[in-house]
């Protein structure tokens, strides 16, 4: 897993070298790189406590980006580990909504963004036995901003 995008290039030759690490990783198997982005914040007074004090939201957007590959060639195996490790990142996500503990992260994948996932078509690489799926999954992680302006 990335903290953050490890290859800055164009959109195109970034997918590309992803899928690539994923591929030298998978070893007759399957395997998926995750890369977490968080691509907006949005920070909302929701309360006003006098003129010097403020409670702040913070909402992050968190993306994990998802390359899988599988290089064994078969496509319902293929998929059916992609969607493995999907849902077990579902079940982290929603098995914790305060990572860190609630002075870091007040809310994660909860409320009206709960956790959404998105997946493109199955592809195969040049030689065609190598099975790519790119997708991502996206959720908002909240945290309370107290401080004094």
Same mark, same amino acid.
């Given at each position: 897993?990335?903290?953050?995008?490890?290859?800055?290039?164009?959109?195109?030759?970034?997918?590309?070298?992803?899928?690539?690490?994923?591929?030298?990783?998978?070893?007759?198997?399957?395997?998926?790189?995750?890369?977490?982005?968080?691509?907006?914040?949005?920070?909302?007074?929701?309360?006003?406590?006098?003129?010097?004090?403020? !409670? =702040?939201?913070?909402?992050?957007?968190?993306? *994990?980006?998802?390359?899988?590959?599988?290089?064994?060639?078969? +496509?319902? $195996? /293929?998929? !059916? =580990?992609?969607?493995?490790?999907?849902?077990? *990142?579902?079940?982290?996500?929603?098995?914790?909504?305060?990572? +860190?503990? $609630? /002075?870091?992260?007040?809310?994660?994948?909860?409320?009206?963004?709960?956790?959404?996932?998105?997946?493109?078509?199955?592809?195969?690489?040049?030689?065609?036995?190598?099975?790519?799926?790119?997708?991502?999954?996206?959720?908002?992680?909240?945290?309370?901003?107290?401080?004094?302006?």
């Amino acid at each position: 897993m990335f903290p953050s995008r490890p290859v800055i290039a164009e959109e195109s030759a970034y997918v590309q070298t992803m899928s690539g690490m994923a591929i030298e990783t998978s070893d007759a198997g399957s395997c998926c790189m995750i890369v977490v982005n968080m691509p907006r914040d949005k920070r909302r007074r929701i309360a006003v406590q006098g003129r010097g004090s403020v !409670d =702040d939201m913070n909402k992050h957007s968190i993306v *994990l980006e998802l390359f899988f590959a599988c290089t064994s060639g078969k +496509g319902l $195996s /293929a998929q !059916d =580990d992609y969607d493995s490790i999907v849902d077990a *990142l579902f079940i982290a996500i929603r098995a914790n909504p305060t990572p +860190g503990g $609630s /002075a870091v992260v007040w809310s994660a994948g909860e409320f009206d963004a709960g956790v959404a996932h998105d997946q493109s078509q199955p592809y195969t690489d040049d030689d065609g036995l190598t099975i790519l799926i790119n997708g991502g999954i996206k959720y908002e992680a909240w945290n309370r901003m107290l401080d004094h302006v």
